[in-house]
């Protein structure tokens, strides 16, 4: 269960990071620069605890799906992105693959 919520946390970091990105204009402004490494750092700090626990491909996965939808979700909801039902659809096919690689990891233990 710790491994999980270590994920959790470090989802979030990575999300935190990329909206730094967002954030900095450019590595134009000072504050959101400095934190898109320290949100990144905790990142790459966290993972090697949750790999040791949970299977590489499925954390990876996760990862990376998950921050994926989040940002996607920050990028139409706070950064007025574009939004469409292809980009909909695209997101609810990313979820379904991450619950896919979770449900064939927890059928072989």
């Known amino acids: 269960m710790q491994a999980w919520l270590l994920l959790a946390l470090a989802i979030a970091l990575e999300v935190a990071g990329t909206t730094s ?10 504050f959101p620069t400095i934190m898109i490494f320290v949100f990144y750092g905790l990142t790459f700090a966290i993972m090697p605890f949750v790999i040791k626990k949970i ?5 990876y996965a996760i990862w990376a799906g998950a921050g994926t939808v989040l940002v996607t979700f920050i990028g139409i909801w ?7 039902t ?3 659809m695209s997101i609810g096919l990313i979820c379904i693959g991450v619950i896919g690689l979770n449900l064939v990891e927890t059928s072989t233990r």
């Open 55 to 59: 299977e590489m491909g499925t954390v």
């Open 78 to 84: 706070y950064f007025k992105e574009s939004s469409s």
């Open 86 to 88: 292809i980009k909909l």
């Open 21 to 30: 990105m967002k954030l900095s204009d450019g590595m134009h402004k000072i």
